[in-house]
């Protein structure tokens, strides 16, 4: 469904001369949105963000259990052995991966460097390549 | 001029704070993969001991300390864009400071009870 921009005659409170104001259709549908490759690579970075966020207190959780006993060990060893905690495990070090890599980017741009849009797509692209390469790494070394 | 109420302290100081916390979770988060990698602390107790040196304990802290820091500033950006209702995103953001101070709190007691 597409709705056409339509023109609005107002008058201007200053001058009170006639304004044609044009009321353009925000479409916000995220689906059909096409986003740029820079803007999945803010987006994800956000993403990525919130999730390492809240695996936090698990990894806490886990990092405490380990620490208490032998058989504490063991049983944190299991958590992160079944495959949920494995499922689990090669999404957190994606997440690392991509979070840190797209970071490092980020800070290079602070210092104003790689901010021209050419260089800025070529360093989105090695985020994307490199942080996949490690997440692939990771799943393989996990469940292969 | 009337500021729009954000749910906290806005400015520089933030952006600063999240960078430095990044460069800082870098640094020590490479150490302490290094020190994984050459120490394989597969059992209890290489793994146990590898804790008791004060360096590490120092160094595990300033890594949590520096995620909670930097996860507080990024979630309040998070927030501020994405919840619009005020009295929703400022519980959230009271919400989400509260775990992340428990986590300092509980990573400290972590490393700091362990017994030799």
Known sequence: ?144 | MKRPVTGSHSGTGWWLAQRVSAVVILLAGGVLLAAYWVAAPFDFFTWHSAFQATWMKLLVWLLVASLCIHAWVGLRDVLMDYVKPLVLRLALNVLVTLVLVMSVVWVSMILWSLHG
């Open chain 1, 1 to 144: 469904m597409f709705t056409v921009a339509t023109k609005v005659y107002t008058r201007d409170s200053i001058n009170n001369s006639i304004l044609i104001v044009i009321k353009r259709p925000v479409y916000l549908n995220l689906f059909r949105l096409h986003l740029p490759l820079l803007g999945w690579v803010s987006i994800l970075h956000r993403v990525t963000g919130v999730l390492l966020f809240f695996v936090l207190p698990a990894g806490l959780h886990v990092l405490q259990l380990s620490l208490s006993s032998p058989t504490g060990f063991i049983k944190a060893a299991a958590i992160l052995n079944n495959p949920p905690g494995r499922l689990i495990s090669v999404m957190v070090i994606g997440s690392l991966a991509y979070h840190a890599f797209a970071g490092l980017r980020h800070l290079a741009m602070d210092v104003h460097w790689g901010v021209e849009k050419s260089r800025a797509r070529i360093s989105a692209r090695w985020v994307m390549i490199v942080s996949g390469l490690v997440t692939v790494l990771a799943a393989w070394s996990l469940f292969g």
